[in-house]
């Protein structure tokens, strides 16, 4: 199962462009970034982006996963946002 965190590192994963710079801007570990990708993709059955490339490079699957994180994540911010608003009294 894709979680919003996944979707979050994908995009973090585009805009460094490698796992080390990632993994910092996540402030995690880039072998637990590594780890989390490999089980992920374990789970899917398909690779997300090819860990030798430089700059990285997304699979065709990675590319898709990632206009959804790109759809997704910032309808979630704003359902969450509108969650938090204080509720209007009738």
Do not use: W, Y
């Not at 973090?12 to 072998?31: D, I, K, M, P, V």
């Not at 759809?71 to 009738?90: G, K």
């Amino acid at each position: 199962m894709i979680e919003v965190k996944h979707l979050k590192t994908l995009q973090a994963l585009r805009n460094c462009g490698s796992l080390a710079a990632a993994a910092a801007t996540l402030h995690q570990t880039q072998s637990a970034l590594s780890h989390q990708f490999s089980d992920l993709e374990q789970r899917l059955g398909f690779r997300l982006f090819v860990r030798k490339s430089q700059p990285l490079r997304f699979t065709p699957q990675g590319e898709i996963l990632l206009q959804l994180a790109n759809q997704v994540l910032p309808q979630i911010s704003q359902a969450l946002q509108a969650c938090n608003e204080p509720q209007q009294t009738r």
